[in-house]
Nanobody, 128 residues
Framework: QVQLVESGGGLVQAGGSLSVSCAAS????????MGWFRQAPGKEREFVAS????????YYADSVKGRFTISRDNAKNTVYLQMNSLKPEDTAVYYC?????????????????????WGQGTQVTVSS
């Protein structure tokens, strides 16, 4: 089991930028692909971005492509999500999640059920 703690959420105006981080407590962080998901009020949780164990492959939801960047630092056991050109519709609780790299692939990069560990979430609010 991977313990995940998100930080860095907050309030930002539309068009602004925000970065959220997720620190993992696990001995072998590089054994895991990492993902970011979000859940807006009254909506289902949705995929945002994910990254392979070594950072070599990333995937994004169409709604954030070109605006968000996922990255990781295996030496610090941390994954990041840099969010630029934020829109009010990006308002949500953002969750990071870990999936063992054996299950992560080009076919399953956004499948919630493969991510076995989840953080508690951090609120991101974008005002118009």
């Amino acid at each position: 089991q991977v313990q995940l703690v998100e930080s860095g959420g907050g309030l930002v105006q539309a068009g602004g930028s925000l970065s959220v981080s997720c620190a993992a407590s696990v001995r072998t962080f590089s054994s895991y692909a990492m993902g970011w998901f979000r859940q807006a009020p009254g909506k289902e949780r949705e995929f945002v971005a994910s990254i392979s164990w070594n950072g070599g492959t990333t995937y994004y939801a169409d709604s954030v492509k070109g605006r968000f960047t996922i990255s990781r630092d295996n030496a610090k056991n941390t994954v990041y999500l840099q969010m630029n050109s934020l829109k009010p519709e990006d308002t949500a609780v953002y969750y990071c999640a870990a999936a063992h790299r054996a299950y992560y692939s080009a076919h399953y990069y956004d499948t919630e059920s493969l991510f076995g560990s989840w953080g508690q979430g951090t609120q991101v609010t974008v005002s118009s």
